[in-house]
T-cell receptor, first 118, second 114 residues
Framework: NAGVTQTPKFRVLKTGQSMTLLCAQDMNHEYMYWYRQDPGMGLRLIHYSVGEGTTAKGEVPDGYNVSRLKKQNFLLGLESAAPSQTSVYFC?????????????????FGSGTRLTVV | DQQVKQNSPSLSVQEGRISILNCDYTNSMFDYFLWYKKYPAEGPTFLISISSIKDKNEDGRFTVFLNKSAKHLSLHIVPSQPGDSAVYFCAASDGGSTLGRLYFGRGTQLTVWP
């Protein structure tokens, strides 16, 4: 199983350009998340989705949009990239049932997309 | 406001000794806690977890302790190995109300030196 796949792995953008980061999961998970990781700031939630066709804002949603048209895919868009959006982006997915224990209660993460905006 | 806090951004330990990583939380509704390990250029991976009904969970060299009254948990690695050098994230889940959403601390960079 591939798990969670993020594309692209690296990208350099010029200020003002747009791009879309793709996240795909093959585990039939209901919930998907987009995080950014910056030095000293840990993992900050940008947007998340609790099911196909639904999205919600996380802690740092400004400057980003998302779509979940298919259950297995979660897209993160930057309409007009800014240097402050230089970061490593992680997608994650999960399935929740309160009776689950251990690793099943957690997320499966992709390997990340390193984005540089110049 | 951060509900899960890791107040030590870094920890340096000699190989063979114990590493203790700490985590504090504020939400008494958290019912499950997890630790993730992250190497450079990789996504975080699950390490160990503990339910709020327990005070200790052990898996090989890794043990997590939970003190509910203090809203504190710690991860012990004994003995520490150079391959343990990574960023460790503490995470908490409040189960039903947010469908298992995890709240993460900012991470602790562990360096194990020979």
């Amino acid at each position: 199983n591939a798990g969670v796949t993020q594309t692209p792995k690296f990208r350099v953008l010029k200020t003002g350009q747009s791009m879309t980061l793709l996240c795909a999961q093959d585990m039939n998970h209901e919930y998907m998340y987009w995080y950014r990781q910056d030095p000293g700031m840990g993992l900050r939630l940008i947007h998340y989705s609790v099911g196909e066709g639904t999205t919600a804002k996380g802690e740092v949603p400004d400057g980003y949009n998302v779509s979940r048209l298919k259950k297995q895919n979660f897209l993160l868009g930057l309409e007009s990239a800014a240097p402050s959006q230089t970061s490593v982006y992680f997608c994650a997915s999960s399935y929740f049932n309160p009776s689950m224990t251990g690793e099943m209660r957690g997320y499966t993460f992709g390997s990340g997309t390193r984005l540089t905006v110049v | 406001d951060q509900q899960v806090k890791q107040n030590s951004p870094s920890l340096s330990v000699q190989e063979g000794r114990i590493s203790i990583l700490n985590c504090d939380y504020t939400n008494s509704m958290f019912d499950y806690f997890l630790w993730y390990k992250k190497y450079p250029a990789e996504g975080p991976t699950f390490l160990i977890s503990i339910s709020s009904i327990k005070d200790k969970n052990e898996d090989g060299r890794f043990t997590v302790f939970l003190n509910k009254s203090a809203k504190h948990l710690s991860l012990h690695i004994v003995p520490s190995q150079p391959g343990d050098s990574a960023v460790y994230f503490c995470a908490a889940s409040d189960g039903g109300s947010t469908l298992g959403r995890l709240y993460f601390g900012r991470g602790t960079q562990l360096t194990v030196w020979p």
